[in-house]
């Protein structure tokens, strides 16, 4: 199957700094890729939906300043957690579409970033 | 709004069989999908209902109605490594590269001996 990597898989980072987290679709051409947050014993939280080459489209309630996204190419996207919180802390997963064709009615997620804010 | 209703918490013995199930009411429906998630982990997926219907794979089956906005996940033969969290996502816009996952908020499935 579709393999999407992220990097890094923990990162620890004091409050005001800025992270950057890196989703890759290794075997495959994501034209479409999602990023998630998932508190402990929570559901994934769609946070924005990015298509290469254009703006991401936030969901309500995301500030888009907050966590800037990029998608440069049809297979790397990255999100960074500008001014970091506590609140922050979260678990963000990136998940990636392939083009019409590669199964397209699924998504690939990435093993996931664990944040921590201190 | 979006919103999908499953169980918090599903309690069942090895070997034997579970059913979780899942009502949905999105905006939008292309298709109700099923991912498993252990803890730390990534969503895995397991299976996808386009139409109604019984869709197995293996020990896994799951189960759709669109006039009920209803589904279910049936496992079977129950082992201990099925100790996860199960999550129904509904996909709220068409074929293609269009549309998003909305999840439900989960199921902790735990088996014991």
């Known amino acids: 199957g579709a393999v999407v990597s992220q990097h890094p898989s923990r990162v620890i980072c004091k409050s005001g700094t800025s992270v950057k987290i890196e989703c890759r679709s290794l075997?495959?051409?994501?034209?479409?890729m999602f990023w998630y947050r998932q508190f402990p014993k929570q559901s994934l939280m769609l946070m924005a939906t990015s298509n290469e080459g254009s703006k991401a489209t936030y969901e309500q309630g995301v500030e888009k300043d907050k966590f800037l996204i990029n998608h440069a190419s049809l297979t790397l996207s990255t999100l960074t957690v500008t001014s970091a919180h506590p609140e922050d802390s979260s678990f963000y997963i990136c998940?990636?579409?392939?083009?019409?064709?590669?199964?397209?009615?699924?998504?690939?997620f990435g093993p996931g970033t664990r944040l921590t804010v201190l | 709004g979006q919103s999908l209703e499953q169980p918090s918490e599903v309690t069942a013995v090895e070997g034997a069989i579970v059913q979780i199930n899942c009502t949905y009411q999105?905006?939008?429906?292309?298709?109700l999908s099923w991912y498993q998630q252990h803890d730390g982990g990534a969503p895995t997926f397991l299976s996808y209902n386009a139409l109604d219907g019984l869709e197995e794979t293996g020990r896994f089956s799951s189960f759709l109605s669109r006039s009920d906005s209803y589904g279910y996940l049936l496992l079977q033969e129950l082992q201990m490594k099925d100790s996860a969290s199960y999550f129904c996502?509904?996909?709220?816009?068409?074929?293609?590269?269009?549309?998003?996952?909305?999840f439900g908020q989960g199921t902790t499935l735990q088996v014991k001996p």
């Open positions: 996502a509904v996909r709220d816009g068409g074929s293609g590269n269009t549309g998003k996952l909305i």
């Open positions: 075997d495959f051409q994501a034209t479409t």
């Open positions: 999105t905006s939008g429906f292309y298709g």
């Open positions: 998940s990636a579409r392939g083009l019409a064709g590669v199964d397209h009615n699924e998504q690939f």
